[in-house]
């Protein structure tokens, strides 16, 4: 009884077909990156103070000294959420007095930004931040002080202004735009079998070996019951979590892939708040992942999924860590290691959809990839607030991040190897976490390991 690696060996691995199916689907993500990441500047939060009233009964001294300065990494700057109460500085206006000279600006009581915000032009003409927070009194009334209430409600009003814009048609519709590359692409002959659809299955291999120039045998396929995963079987997510080991394996993945989602999406979104041209910054964070990618594709292709996985891991988390070490006066050199720290995480998270769809069978494959990249959204969901945390400590981000990229690094140490593994057809097949693992080898292991095959994951 032949397996399905075994029915299409004679097309190759690396032929005309698997290499436009990988650039097409390689293709299909660039766009998704220029909408994901667009938020870092439409939603830029630029330099910006308490706005003082033209009305204000004010001389041009304290006009100038109506804002307090604090300090942020190491100078002095202008508060952006707090101000001199207007009424008082404008009681020494009035008298003629000198701010610094005639009054001591330390002592005097502040206030919030009761008449909004004044932002800065250096880096953002406009952006979602300066618009909503302009028109939007609520979002006002809270004085930069309620960090937990603030993000919520610039989300509510973001979903407003995204509302607006498409109503008015002024924004492309990108789910069509998104859905063009699919007409080029043919299903999974493997998935299609599974579902026992076994003529557009022979039809897409067929035009595979046309492309590659090689012959067809006369019969892909001897009869509907020579494959292995031929059982007509309806999978449910509930699947996911059948038995002990699945679920323990299930839940794993779903912490691996929400973290190092969180660690990569913080990181990103992080580039405006490095010192220097945010621009620049976040240019170098886009071109660190042209080496990341092009690094976890020479890993994968020979090296063991979970050690590759979890060595990059510890490189990102342990650099992020190191960075609190650094002197404040060495911008160059944190950069550097954010840099590092997201060349190590995107690894990981690229080599995440190839190490589960290598680990569950055909039957749930889709749905487990699914499911986890599901669990990566709630991390990009969360990462903002990681950022936020750097209003408290710059480097608290980094601390945090680093952290938890290095306890999931360990984590990755208990999942199953599946370099040089057969792909599992059904959930009897899938291998045990490490923990649960017995000293007996089983029948189906020990000939494995005396004939083992190397994956086709190209379908």
Same mark, same amino acid.
């Given at each position: 009884?032949?397996?399905?690696?075994?029915?299409?060996?004679?097309?190759?691995?690396?032929?005309?077909?698997?290499?436009?199916?990988?650039?097409?689907?390689?293709?299909?993500?660039?766009?998704?990156?220029?909408?994901?990441?667009?938020?870092?500047?439409?939603?830029?939060?630029?330099?910006?103070?308490?706005?003082?009233?033209?009305?204000?009964?004010?001389?041009?001294?304290?006009?100038?000294?109506?804002?307090?300065?604090?300090?942020?990494?190491?100078?002095?700057?202008?508060?952006?959420?707090?101000?001199?109460?207007?009424?008082?500085?404008?009681?020494?206006?009035?008298?003629?007095?000198?701010?610094?000279?005639?009054?001591?600006?330390?002592?005097?009581?502040?206030?919030?930004?009761?008449?909004?915000?004044?932002?800065?032009?250096?880096?953002?003409?406009?952006?979602?931040?300066?618009?909503?927070?302009?028109?939007?009194?609520?979002?006002?009334?809270?004085?930069?002080?309620d960090w937990l209430q603030l993000p919520a409600d610039f989300l509510h009003q973001l979903g407003d202004v995204h509302c607006v814009i498409s109503h008015r048609g002024h924004g492309?519709?990108?789910?069509?735009?998104?859905?063009?590359?699919?007409?080029?692409?043919?299903?999974?002959?493997?998935?299609?079998?599974?579902?026992?659809?076994?003529?557009?299955?022979?039809?897409?291999?067929?035009?595979?070996?046309?492309?590659?120039?090689?012959?067809?045998?006369?019969v892909i396929f001897d009869s509907v019951e020579e494959l292995n995963p031929l059982k007509q079987q309806k999978a449910f997510i509930l699947d996911l979590f059948r038995t002990w080991?699945?679920?323990?394996?299930?839940?794993?993945?779903?912490?691996?892939?929400?973290?190092?989602?969180?660690?990569?999406?913080?990181?990103?979104?992080?580039?405006?708040?490095?010192?220097?041209?945010?621009?620049?910054?976040?240019?170098?964070?886009?071109?660190?992942?042209?080496?990341?990618?092009?690094?976890?594709?020479?890993?994968?292709?020979?090296?063991?999924?979970?050690?590759?996985?979890?060595?990059?891991?510890?490189?990102?988390?342990?650099?992020?860590?190191?960075?609190?070490?650094?002197? /404040?006066?060495?911008?160059? +050199?944190?950069?550097? #290691? @954010?840099?590092?720290?997201?060349? *190590?995480? =995107? &690894?990981?998270? $690229?080599?995440?959809? /190839?190490?589960?769809?290598? +680990?569950?069978?055909? #039957? @749930?494959?889709?749905?487990?990839? *699914?499911? =986890? &990249?599901?669990? $990566?959204?709630?991390?990009?969901?969360?990462?903002?607030?990681?950022?936020? #945390?750097?209003?408290?400590?710059?480097?608290?981000?980094?601390?945090?991040?680093?952290?938890?990229?290095?306890?999931?690094?360990?984590?990755?140490?208990?999942?199953?190897?599946?370099?040089?593994?057969?792909?599992?057809?059904?959930?009897?097949?899938?291998?045990?976490?490490?923990?649960?693992?017995?000293?007996?080898?089983?029948?189906?292991?020990?000939?494995?390991?005396?004939?083992?095959?190397?994956?086709?994951?190209?379908?």
């Amino acid at each position: 009884m032949r397996d399905y690696d075994e029915a299409i060996a004679f097309l190759g691995e690396w032929g005309p077909f698997q290499r436009l199916i990988f650039f097409l689907l390689s293709a299909s993500i660039i766009p998704n990156g220029f909408n994901g990441m667009s938020v870092v500047f439409l939603a830029g939060t630029p330099e910006h103070r308490c706005r003082v009233p033209d009305a204000a009964n004010l001389s041009s001294a304290w006009r100038n000294n109506s804002v307090p300065l604090r300090l942020r990494d190491g100078r002095e700057v202008l508060h952006s959420c707090r101000r001199y109460r207007l009424a008082t500085i404008a009681n020494f206006s009035a008298l003629g007095l000198e701010p610094g000279r005639d009054v001591d600006l330390g002592q005097l009581e502040q206030e919030s930004c009761l008449d909004g915000w004044e932002f800065s032009q250096d880096v953002y003409w406009s952006t979602v931040v300066t618009e909503v927070w302009q028109e939007e009194r609520s979002l006002r009334n809270h004085g930069c002080t309620d960090w937990l209430q603030l993000p919520a409600d610039f989300l509510h009003q973001l979903g407003d202004v995204h509302c607006v814009i498409s109503h008015r048609g002024h924004g492309p519709d990108l789910q069509l735009c998104g859905s063009l590359h699919t007409r080029f692409i043919p299903e999974s002959p493997r998935w299609l079998i599974s579902q026992r659809r076994f003529r557009e299955a022979e039809d897409i291999i067929q035009k595979a070996a046309k492309m590659n120039n090689i012959a067809v045998p006369a019969v892909i396929f001897d009869s509907v019951e020579e494959l292995n995963p031929l059982k007509q079987q309806k999978a449910f997510i509930l699947d996911l979590f059948r038995t002990w080991n699945i679920a323990i394996m299930t839940i794993m993945s779903l912490l691996l892939w929400m973290l190092t989602s969180v660690g990569y999406f913080a990181l990103s979104l992080d580039t405006p708040n490095l010192h220097g041209d945010a621009y620049l910054n976040c240019f170098l964070s886009a071109l660190i992942e042209i080496p990341a990618y092009i690094t976890a594709w020479l890993l994968l292709r020979t090296l063991p999924r979970r050690y590759i996985i979890a060595a990059v891991l510890f490189w990102g988390g342990g650099v992020l860590l190191f960075i609190q070490l650094v002197p /404040v006066d060495y911008y160059f +050199l944190s950069i550097g #290691l @954010v840099m590092l720290g997201k060349f *190590g995480i =995107t &690894s990981a998270f $690229s080599m995440l959809y /190839v190490f589960t769809a290598e +680990l569950y069978p055909t #039957l @749930v494959r889709n749905m487990a990839v *699914g499911v =986890t &990249s599901m669990a $990566s959204r709630v991390g990009s969901i969360i990462a903002p607030y990681f950022v936020y #945390l750097g209003a408290y400590n710059r480097m608290l981000p980094y601390i945090v991040m680093g952290s938890l990229t290095v306890l999931i690094g360990i984590l990755t140490l208990f999942f199953p190897e599946s370099l040089g593994m057969t792909l599992p057809e059904t959930l009897e097949q899938m291998q045990k976490v490490k923990w649960f693992r017995s000293g007996k080898k089983t029948r189906d292991s020990m000939e494995t390991e005396e004939n083992p095959k190397v994956l086709i994951t190209a379908f």
